[in-house]
Structure formats: C-alpha cells, structure tokens
Nanobody
C-alpha cells in the first residue's frame, strides 16, 4: 500500500499563489502517475494536473494551463502543485492521487486513473 499526504492548502485572495505538496510513503514503486484532482461543493471531481514519474510527461486541465505547474522531487517522493494567479473558481478540496504501472512523455499525457488517494487539502480563493 502507498499512503499520500497533502499539505499546503489555505485561503488566499484572487491573484495570489499557493503551493500544494503531496508526500508518498509505503509502496512507492507505484509512484508512476501522480495527479491532483479537485472537487468543489456540488460539482464533480475533476483532474487538474498530472505528472508521470519516469518520463516526466504532464497533463493540465485547460482551466489551469499557464497558471498551475506540477513538479516532482523523486528523492523526497514528493509532488508539488504550484498555483499562481488563483481565481475564486479554483476554490475546492484538492486531492493527490497516484496510479501504478503507467508511463507517458511530453505535455499531452492523459490524467491519472488513480489507485491511491490522499485525504485532501482545502483551497479557498476569495474575490
């Protein structure tokens, strides 16, 4: 089993920035695709960004392209989501998730189909 722990959420004003962290422990050989998902009240969960740990391929939702950046530190088994130019519509619970047995390169990779989920961290953006 792999455990994922998110941190870095909080409240900011529109235009501000936050950096989310996702730290993995346990069976980290499954650390193949790591993604961030979010869910706002009354809305479906959506994939925000993903990174493929071997070939460093990435995925971004259209709504966050140019504002969010996903990165990884394999030595620390940690994935980061840098969120800039935040908007009120970015307000949601953000979840880290991981999928095993996949790889992808380039900027047009698909989002993860996770086997593992973290507990989530709240991001609130006020106008």
């Amino acid at each position: 089993q792999m455990q994922l722990v998110e941190s870095g959420g909080g409240s900011v004003q529109a235009g501000g920035s936050l950096r989310l962290s996702c730290a993995a422990s346990g069976y980290t050989d499954s650390w193949n695709c790591v993604g961030w998902f979010r869910q706002a009240p009354g809305k479906e969960r959506e994939g925000v960004a993903a990174i493929y740990s071997r070939s460093v391929g990435t995925y971004y939702a259209d709504s966050v392209k140019g504002r969010f950046t996903i990165s990884q530190d394999n030595a620390k088994n940690t994935v980061y989501l840098q969120m800039n130019s935040l908007k009120p519509e970015d307000t949601a619970m953000y979840y880290c998730a991981a999928q095993s047995g996949v790889d992808c390169s380039g900027p047009d990779c698909p989002p993860c189909a996770p086997n593992y989920w973290g507990q989530g961290t709240q991001v609130t953006v006020s106008s």
